[in-house]
């Protein structure tokens, strides 16, 4: 599943509709769009005949797209009146809608009462589409507002009004949307957070936009990708082939960070765990797991950082570990501490605060554009870059690739994820994957296990029930001659 940016988007569709007649694109729009109109009224109150739909039409195609669904609608027997919400809508969609037998009214008409009850079946949001500018004019809000107090269900035609388009943020208001049906490519608002959560279910409807070729801006790992790319031990590994992570995690201040990287790294599989950090953690360690080595030694992959505290030597205990030549995962407070430039093969995983005190930014310029941030954070240190979150975002330096990890569920937002997740993400170089993989395999894992049980759970116990998924996952796997790593050195 990959994300386009409007302008990508528009270049298909310019694309597409050059080699077909004028309208084409939106007939095939319009009837992906009724047949899941059509299959909503269906689980809803049985079948679209008598059903009563809502049609809300802003100025552009996305209003198009819209009444000639609610046309099509309309000549299956259902009721349909369009709402006319801002501009002038698309001519020839409402003179379909009108000669299919629908009503045309408009928001602003003065005899409406200020405060109606909504009682349709259906209310079709095709106000905005691609064309959007992020927000709501003030009677379109109110009319937002007033239909999910009504409890009518939206469907969203192309994306939410109001979300942003191509960064997922929703400065102001939007429409929630139980289901969103796009066409053609799904866009960025689909895939990161706060919009994504405002589609609800999505529908992705072919119009033949032609999308091999092209670069989509994001990519989005899915739990096939999980099963193929895992490195699942097999019948020639050992504890070094599967690696060794070592872990300079927590402090006297901040024991935790030290216990739960520990066992996000021992639960992820590592084949060797060794804790080099404080004795305060390195006690809780010893009783929980025995199988960490509390030594220095041979290790693969390094993982420091999360729960430093202001550490003195911070800097040159990384600068040290730069010299070694092997991966790190650099976190938490291990990010005020690294050298002006980072090869590709570390990994650093900021929560938006720290990824803006990188980039001597503020938290709220990150959120508005986290894929931008994102970016900017492995350029300008020359590493990788995981933005935790609840979209995670990773960035290879060099590239203007951004993957994103499978969501998981609200609760894992929680203090010491991102410790454990760390930890995953340091058993993951130590087996030799590359960090933007390591990044999105980690955090992947992280959420699909998160919605495998039922949370909220502590996330170290959420770390022990890696090795059910993990199972689950290497039974659906290819076999290991079919097997495709997706992310190659
Ligand atoms: N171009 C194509 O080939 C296709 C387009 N389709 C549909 O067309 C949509 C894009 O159509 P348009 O480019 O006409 O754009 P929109 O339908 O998104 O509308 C843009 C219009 O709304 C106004 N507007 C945007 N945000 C506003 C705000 N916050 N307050 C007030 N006015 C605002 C703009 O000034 C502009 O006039 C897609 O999302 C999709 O639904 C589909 O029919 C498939 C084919
Ligand atoms: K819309």
Redesign the pocket.
């Known amino acids: 599943m990959n994300g386009y940016s409007v302008e990508q988007v528009r270049t298909l569709?310019q694309r597409a509709?050059s080699a077909l007649p004028d309208g084409v694109?939106?007939q095939r729009?319009a009837a992906g769009l009724t047949a899941i109109l059509a299959a909503e009224l269906v689980r809803r109150r049985g079948g679209v005949y008598g059903a009563r739909v809502l049609i809300m039409v802003?100025?552009?195609?996305?209003?198009?797209?819209a009444l000639y669904a609610g046309a099509r609608l309309a000549r299956r027997g259902a009721s349909v009146t369009a709402l006319r919400c801002?501009?002038t809508p698309h001519a020839a969609g409402l003179a379909a809608l009108q000669a299919a037998g629908g009503v045309v009214t408009e928001l602003a008409d003065p005899g409406r009462p200020a405060s109606t009850s909504w009682t349709v079946d259906l209310a079709v949001d095709g106000i905005?589409?691609?064309?959007?500018?992020p927000?709501?004019?003030d009677p379109v809000a109110e009319l937002a507002v007033s239909l999910q107090a009504s409890g009518v269900p939206v469907v969203a035609?192309?994306l939410p009004s109001g979300v942003e388009c191509d960064t997922g943020a929703v400065p102001a208001a939007s429409f929630h949307a139980v289901r969103t049906v796009t066409?053609?490519a799904m866009k960025i608002c689909h895939l990161v957070e706060p919009a994504r959560s405002r589609c609800g279910e999505l529908d992705l409807v072919d119009?033949g936009l032609d999308l091999s070729g092209g670069q989509p801006t994001l990519t989005a790992a899915e739990e096939s990708m999980l099963a193929s790319s895992w490195p699942f031990p097999d019948e020639r590994s050992n504890k070094y082939t599967r690696g060794v992570v070592g872990i300079d995690t927590g402090s006297d201040a901040y024991p935790g960070a030290g216990i739960l990287s520990t066992h996000g790294a021992v639960y992820a599989g590592a084949g060797m765990v060794r804790f080099l950090g404080p004795a305060a953690a390195a006690q809780v360690i010893r009783a929980e797991l025995p199988n960490v080595v509390f030594a220095p030694g041979r290790v693969q992959a390094r993982l420091f950082g999360s729960g430093w505290g202001e550490r003195p030597d911070g800097a040159r205990v990384i600068a040290e570990a730069l010299e070694s030549e092997l991966p790190s995962v650099v976190d938490a407070d291990g990010l005020r501490y690294l050298p002006p430039r980072l090869p590709p093969s570390w990994l650093l995983t900021p929560h938006a605060g720290e990824l803006a005190r990188l980039l001597d930014g503020d938290r709220a310029e990150v959120e508005a554009d986290p894929i931008g941030a994102v970016r900017a954070g492995a350029d300008l240190t020359g590493a990788t870059v995981l933005l935790k979150g609840a979209t995670q975002l990773v960035a290879r330096p060099g590239t203007s690739e951004v993957q994103v990890a499978i969501p998981g569920p609200a609760w894992t937002g929680q203090a010491g994820s991102g410790d454990v997740l760390a930890g995953v993400c340091a058993t993951l170089l130590a087996a030799g994957k590359r960090a933007d993989a390591a990044a999105v395999l980690g955090a992947s894992l992280q959420a699909v296990t998160a919605a495998s049980v039922p949370g909220p759970l502590p996330p170290h116990e959420l770390a022990r029930h890696f090795a059910r998924v993990l199972g689950a996952l290497e039974s659906r796997a290819p076999d290991r001659c079919g097997r495709k790593d997706l992310w190659t050195h």
Not at 58 to 65: A, F, I, R, S, V
């Open positions: 569709e509709m694109l939106m729009a802003g100025p552009g195609n996305n209003g198009g797209d801002v501009g905005f589409g691609i064309g959007g500018r927000g709501l004019p035609v192309d066409f053609g119009i």
